[in-house]
């Protein structure tokens, strides 16, 4: 059964600040992984889509990279803004058109 | 493109009561989903449809019933709702690879009493 686990749960950082969040997976075998951005009481915003072939995957200040190997995803987020505070999700899908998420990480971005 | 809609975006219900929560897309989307977020659970997926008339179960799939008559529509039904049935549910949609990225709906949030 895949697992999804996002380190750290929790993080709180000051504006400006270059950030990573990440993502581990326990089977290898996925079509590809995908970063979501929720905001309280919102639905989910995809941010990033990698495919199981790529390494990574760049939109803006975001880049998100894929070492399926190791189970490992990254979301790297550049010169982080108030703004940015949010909760990440990451999701890997397998087969049977299924998405398995994290439980993500709540993201304070402080002025 | 009004992407995925949800309706409706709150109810209450009380124990035994049945309701329907209606997801639409306009962006001729061959997979649509149902999943339900719970604190420390996680999103998980209900149910899901692969095309107009086809459905399958998801992960927690028990309690629920779900119909896709419309290609645009996909219905989630909770025949006699109970208390672990509070949660919040968003429907999400995709092309038919997958390949393709999920949209997510802004989901409803519902409280069985």
């Known amino acids: 059964k895949q697992e999804v686990t996002q380190i750290p749960a929790a993080l709180s950082v000051p504006e400006g600040e270059n950030l990573v969040l990440n993502c581990s997976f326990t089977?290898?075998?996925?079509?590809?992984l995908q970063w979501f951005r929720q905001d309280p009481g919102k639905g989910l915003t995809s941010l990033l889509l990698?495919?199981?072939?790529?390494r990574e995957q760049t939109s803006g200040r975001l880049n998100a990279s894929l070492d399926k190997s190791s189970g490992r995803s990254t979301l790297y987020i550049a010169a982080s803004q108030p703004g940015d505070s949010a909760t990440y999700l990451c999701?890997?899908?397998?087969?049977?058109?299924?998405?398995?998420f994290g439980e993500g990480t709540q993201l304070t971005v402080n002025p | 493109n009004a992407g995925v809609t949800q309706t409706p975006k709150f109810r209450v219900l009380k124990t035994g009561q049945s309701m329907t929560l209606l997801c639409a897309q306009d962006?001729?989307?061959?997979?649509m989903y149902w999943y339900r977020q719970d604190p420390g659970m996680g999103l998980r997926l209900i149910h899901y449809?692969?095309?107009?008339?086809?459905?399958a179960k998801g992960e927690v799939p028990d309690g629920y019933n779900v119909s896709r008559l419309k290609k645009q529509n996909f219905l989630l039904g909770l025949e006699s709702a109970a208390p672990s049935q509070t949660s919040v549910y968003f429907c999400?949609?995709?092309?038919?690879?997958?390949?393709?990225?999920?949209?997510f709906g802004p989901g409803t949030r519902l409280t069985v009493t």
């Open positions: 999400a949609s995709s092309y038919a690879l997958e390949s393709y990225e999920q949209y």
């Open positions: 089977d290898s075998a996925i079509y590809n």
């Open positions: 990698i495919q199981s072939s790529q």
């Open positions: 999701a890997v899908r397998r087969g049977g058109s299924r998405l398995t």
């Open positions: 962006m001729n989307h061959e997979y």
């Open positions: 449809s692969v095309g107009e008339g086809t459905t």
